[in-house]
């Protein structure tokens, strides 16, 4: 209970810093993001009991999976068609954008940084895990890198995820004011206009409900029955998990195990569980006329969950590992960026037809950081949410969190980079990169 007690006191003070400095407001960042650098700070400057983070590295791993689980949950699952009516060029974007990290990353070891450096191809996955994925999938690969015989790569992962969240914050600000003076935006704003209260606090009248009590708490405790919906995912990802192994051959006592049972053991648990999500939510559209589930409880939950998760993952970053390949890191961080900087100016105002702008600095602040980063930056150009931007980028989420981001892909791509190798991944990122053009270009025409 002491780490636990610790590890709120931490995001308590990361709030209240997040609060009181200037500074830290008009960069945006987020008061999980300021706890864990705090807490990373202190635990590398003095010498701090170990019963004050006991268990703090394996949160991440396990809190992931109620992220996840929780994604689809609460409200109801919308016609696919209805879905990519809305957001197919917006899904073409997002595809080429995420996939792109996977080209650059790869083709950045395989040709450069591993000779270089003598890095492992799976090296070329951490940037798009860190800025794609954020800091909630980089905590939750911990694992999966360990079973690979990788542990390392975990800090290498939230490294870039940091340095993912930063640059996007930063660059894309300094890019919002670029579009302001050259007109790129759809609604006229002057350069450098932003909100005067950048505290975070909502005034009392305005103050937002939470979400809805949807039982009696004479029978059960509102949030309790949500968490019964989110473990009941949990348990679906995890028969998932079980059933991938059970499809292969399990090696005998002293015998190798084939890479296809590799890939299956280390594929991560937390995109089974959101697809597990996705069942319990369709199950309840059809057998629950009630709604016993809320949209607006599941989403404190999954920000609960995500907070502490950021927090512990952070604080527990080995900077002496992070120290030995520090310059191939930055060097991927920069390349990433410099990636996105490219689709936004170039590629962006070419795959859109209306709000180029607002769309692709959207796109932007999701593929570096997290969903919110993308939807602060829109709202900076769009705060009204005029454009169809909002709209899209929203839909869009449905059909892309599955695959990228910390889905399906992103579960598979780091086993097969350490167990198939880097050119493997880099062709098939260039294969779907191509794919997806040719859908844009369809699509626009």
Request: charged content about 15%; aromatic content about 10%.
């Amino acid at each position: 209970m002491l780490s636990f007690g610790c590890l709120c006191l931490l995001l308590g003070l990361g709030y209240w810093l997040r609060r009181k400095w200037v500074l830290l407001q008009k960069l945006y960042l987020p008061a999980s993001v300021i706890a864990g650098l705090l807490g990373l700070l202190i635990f590398q400057t003095l010498e701090v009991p170990a019963a004050v983070s006991r268990g703090w590295n394996q949160l991440p791993g396990q809190l992931i999976n109620i992220v996840f689980a929780s994604l689809f949950l609460g409200a109801a699952l919308p016609p696919l068609s209805r879905v990519w009516k809305s957001s197919s060029r917006q899904l073409a974007y997002g595809q080429i954008v995420a996939w792109g990290q996977y080209v650059v990353g790869c083709g950045l070891v395989l040709v450069l940084l591993g000779p270089l450096f003598n890095l492992p191809d799976i090296f070329g996955g951490i940037m798009p895990v860190g800025f794609e994925g954020g800091h909630g999938t980089a905590g939750g690969m911990g694992p999966t890198f360990e079973d690979l015989g990788f542990p390392e790569m975990k800090d290498y992962a939230l490294a870039a995820a940091t340095g993912g969240i930063m640059g996007a914050i930063i660059v894309g600000m300094a890019l919002v004011n670029w579009a302001i003076r050259k007109g790129y935006v759809e609604k006229k704003i002057k350069p450098g206009v932003e909100a005067n209260d950048f505290s975070g606090i909502i005034p009392h009248e305005h103050r937002p409900m939470a979400g809805k009590v949807t039982v009696s708490s004479d029978v059960i405790g509102s949030l309790s029955l949500h968490l019964v919906f989110v473990g009941a995912a949990v348990v679906l990802g995890w028969l998932m998990k079980e059933g991938m192994l059970l499809c292969v051959e399990a090696p005998e006592e002293g015998e190798k195990a084939s890479t296809v049972y590799k890939i299956f053991e280390s594929f991560p648990l937390f995109p089974l569980c959101m697809l597990g999500g996705v069942i319990v939510q369709a199950l309840a559209d059809k057998f629950d006329p009630h709604e016993h589930m809320d949209e607006g409880l599941m989403l404190r939950i999954q920000n609960c969950a995500l907070d502490f998760l950021v927090v512990a993952a952070i604080a527990t970053i080995r900077i002496d590992v992070v120290a030995q390949q520090w310059l191939p890191i930055v060097i991927l961080i920069l390349a990433g960026i410099a990636w996105n900087v490219l689709m936004l100016t170039v590629f962006a105002r070419r795959a859109f037809k209306d709000a180029w702008f607002e769309r692709g600095i959207a796109e932007m602040g999701q593929s570096m950081g997290v969903t919110a980063t993308g939807l602060l930056l829109l709202r900076v150009v769009d705060p009204d949410y005029e454009t169809d931007a909002a709209e899209a980028f929203a839909a869009k989420q449905l059909l892309h969190e599955p695959f990228m981001g910390g889905g399906l892909w992103t579960g598979a791509a780091i086993p097969l980079l350490a167990l198939w190798g880097g050119w493997l991944v880099f062709g098939i990122a260039v294969s779907a990169i191509a794919i997806w053009t040719i859908v844009l270009m369809i699509m626009n025409r």
